[in-house]
């Protein structure tokens, strides 16, 4: 082969190496996370709908319902304090029964970034009873018929999860 041409090969193939170079496939680009809310106002109307859901089953529940699982609606800390909580009631042989009703419920703030929604809410608790195991009512004398609550909430695959329920005196003021 002429060195004229064996240059003229190389220098083909050395482009087509170049030109394929460019086109293999890199990483795959990373997609932008859609936002679950288009707005502030949506994220806190979602927000306080999860956590009356929430109420609604847990009420359900402490009144003999066995197809309600207010658990669905809590992730992080707030599951795994709830399932403590249930598990240190069944225990000492206690339960809860009666209703619990939302006094109110406010949207405190809304990280658009996260989709994380912060909110105060006042649970009135004057119609719920802690009862033993013979049914005898054993809720505390001095118990407080108002309970005030910092809510926190965090997306998921289905929507918004409660992630932390923290007391909060000022809640009910």
Do not use: H, W
């Not at 197809?67 to 304090?81: C, E, I, R, S």
């Amino acid at each position: 082969m002429n060195p004229r041409r064996s240059a003229l090969i190389t220098t083909a193939v050395v482009a087509a190496v170049i030109a394929l170079a460019g086109c293999t496939p890199g990483p795959a680009p990373t997609p932008t996370p859609t936002p679950l809310f288009a707005s502030e106002a949506e994220a806190f109307k979602a927000a306080e709908q999860v956590y009356r859901d929430y109420v609604d089953a847990a009420n359900a529940q402490q009144n003999g319902a066995v197809d309600v699982d207010p658990q669905k609606y809590l992730a992080g800390t707030a599951l795994a304090d709830d399932v403590r909580s249930v598990r240190d009631f069944e225990k000492s042989g206690l339960k809860i029964t009666g209703t619990s009703m939302i006094k109110y419920f406010r949207a405190q703030s809304f990280e658009p970034k996260s989709d994380g929604v912060e909110s105060l809410a006042c649970l009135d608790v004057s119609q719920s009873r802690v009862v033993n195991s013979a049914g005898v009512d054993v809720t505390p004398n001095n118990r407080q018929s108002l309970v005030g609550l910092s809510v926190r909430m965090a997306p998921d695959r289905s929507g918004l999860k409660i992630v932390s329920l923290i007391p909060n005196e000022l809640s009910c003021q």
